[in-house]
């Protein structure tokens, strides 16, 4: 299976912020790699497919980069609204598997 | 609007059983793969399984976590997707989530999710 490492786990970032979280896939994926939102208690959302493409309605100041196994997600000018947890999947191959998530807190 | 509304969680024993739906609309529901991911109580994401679309013939694919004892199926003519869950253990307690698959230009991504329904195995 691969494996997908995240980090940080967790940050505290203040509203104006660029962020920027990490994922490593233990092997290469090409550009196989989504991220997601979730809020507490809620459903994820999908955000970035094939490393870099943003899902229809997704603004743009979320962006993600990266091939083969190292990957980013950045968020610019970071608001309220984006403090959540953030996930990225690979779908390479099966079994499709989940980083461990990235909790963005609020400084 | 697409809208996928799952049911069926609930309390259930180690060892028991228990169906789970997702009622699906505003969309063209046979023509999407449709997946299943669970997420533990505080915990990250774990993909389940998923059901391919008519064309190539509604075959599946499973996690080594559920595979042997979760089935995944669905009905085109009820726009529905199901998850049968036997043989249940305590590590399979989660809010189970459905999916709509979307693929674009080769790629392959979870684009609608449901609410999500509670699934707690104990005794």
């Known amino acids: 299976d691969i494996q997908m490492t995240q980090s940080p786990s967790s940050l505290s970032a203040s509203v104006g912020d660029r962020v920027t979280i990490t994922c490593r896939a233990s092997?290469?994926?090409?550009?196989?790699l989504a991220w997601f939102q979730q809020k507490p208690g809620k459903a994820p959302k999908s955000l970035i497919y094939a490393a870099s493409s943003l899902q229809s309605g997704v603004p743009s100041k979320f962006s993600g980069s990266g091939s083969g196994t190292d990957f980013t997600l950045t968020i610019n000018s970071l608001q309220p609204e984006d403090f959540a947890t953030y996930y990225c999947?690979?779908?390479?191959?099966?079994?499709?598997?989940f980083g461990g998530g990235t909790k963005v807190e609020i400084k | 609007e697409v809208q996928l509304v799952e049911s069926g969680g609930g309390l259930v024993q180690p060892g028991g059983s228990l169906r789970l739906s997702c009622a699906a609309s505003?969309?063209?529901?046979?023509?999407?793969?449709m997946d299943w991911v669970r997420q533990a109580p505080g915990k990250g994401l774990e993909w389940v399984g998923h059901?391919?679309?008519?064309?190539?013939?509604?075959?599946?694919e499973y996690a080594a976590s559920v595979k042997g004892r979760f089935t995944i199926s669905r009905d085109d003519s009820k726009k529905s997707l199901y998850l049968q869950m036997n043989s249940l253990k305590t590590e399979d307690t989660a809010v189970y989530y459905c999916?709509?698959?979307?693929?674009?230009?080769?790629?392959?991504?979870?684009?609608?999710w449901g609410q999500g329904t509670l699934v707690t195995v104990s005794s």
């Open positions: 059901t391919r679309d008519k064309a190539h013939s509604y075959t599946t």
């Open positions: 999916t709509r698959a979307l693929f674009s230009g080769g790629h392959y991504s979870f684009d609608s």
């Open positions: 999947q690979q779908y390479k191959s099966y079994p499709l598997t």
């Open positions: 092997q290469d994926i090409s550009n196989y």
């Open positions: 505003g969309f063209t529901f046979s023509d999407h793969y």
